[in-house]
């Protein structure tokens, strides 16, 4: 049985850093493309960023480019969300995915899914 089980979230301060993880379990880890999406209430959720499998290759949303930065410990079936320079906007639910693609285009090239972890950005 797939689990991908996310943690890290919590409240922070504008302008703050948090660093999200996710722990993989009944898969082989190395093989998978792993990225983060983040949803809010009544919006689609929204691609974050990617690192491919096959190359390492980072991919990263356009709202969170040069702010956000993606790793992989394959040793620990870990990947990482580091978010530096948080804004309010920031704020919904995180969740990390997995794909067996070693390139993703979207939410439904993504075969397993975490429960999500809550961050919010506020003053």
């Known amino acids: 049985q797939v689990q991908l089980v996310e943690s890290g979230g919590g409240l922070v301060q504008p302008g703050g850093s948090l660093r999200l993880s996710c722990e993989a379990s009944?898969?082989?880890?190395?093989?998978?493309?792993m990225a983060w999406y983040r949803q809010v209430p009544g919006k689609e959720r929204e691609f974050l960023a990617a690192?491919?499998?096959?190359?390492?290759?980072?991919t990263y949303g356009n709202s969170v480019r040069g702010r956000f930065t993606i790793s992989r410990d394959n040793a620990r079936n870990t990947v990482y969300l580091q978010q530096d320079s948080l804004k309010p906007e920031d704020t919904g639910v995180y969740y990390c995915?997995?794909?067996?693609?070693?390139?993703?285009?979207?939410?439904?090239?993504?075969?397993?899914w975490g429960q999500g972890t809550q961050v919010t950005v506020s003053s």
């Open positions: 009944g898969l082989r880890f190395s093989l998978y493309t």
């Open positions: 690192k491919s499998y096959r190359d390492g290759r980072e």
């Open positions: 995915a997995a794909s067996g693609r070693s390139r993703t285009s979207g939410p439904y090239d993504f075969d397993y």
